[in-house]
């Protein structure tokens, strides 16, 4: 069974900085997506960034240049860095693994063509998600 488990959420001020893991267990395919998804109060689910198995990532435009999807595939830690945060950030984050084609469709869906709700079937597993909080 695949487990993922966030953790690094906070409180910060505008400007500053949080680094978001995720621990996943009982994940062994060689190919894979793995994703970080967002949800304010009030607002849909959206995508803020992918990782696949040849670790190229891609990014919503408004999170372009500040944060940074990494992992460490030895120890299986999904890892967003997140810089310049702005009250616009303010969501409860959430981590996932999918099919490995689910990140080419997220290319789609960062480019507005395609809807958040027609991919996200394609990531089987999904976290409790952490909290990020950004005050002005």
């Known amino acids: 069974q695949v487990q993922l488990v966030e953790s690094g959420g906070g409180s910060v001020q505008a400007g500053g900085s949080l680094r978001l893991s995720c621990q996943i267990s009982g994940f062994t395919a060689r190919f894979y997506c793995m994703g970080w998804f967002r949800q304010a109060p009030g607002k849909e689910l959206e995508g803020v960034a992918t990782?696949?198995?040849?670790?190229?990532?891609r990014y919503r435009d408004s999170v372009k240049g500040r944060f940074n999807a990494s992992e460490d595939n030895a120890n299986k830690i999904l890892y967003l860095e997140m810089n310049s945060l702005t009250p616009d950030d303010n969501a409860m984050y959430y981590c996932?693994?999918?099919?490995?084609?689910?990140?080419?469709?997220?290319?789609?869906?960062?480019?507005?063509?395609?809807?958040?709700?027609?991919?996200?079937?394609?990531?089987?597993?999904w976290g409790q998600g952490t909290q990020v909080t950004v005050s002005s």
């Open positions: 996932a693994v999918g099919t490995s084609g689910a990140c080419i469709t997220m290319g789609r869906y960062f480019a507005g063509r395609f809807d958040l709700e027609d991919i996200t079937p394609r990531f089987a597993s």
């Open positions: 990782i696949d198995n040849d670790g190229d990532t």
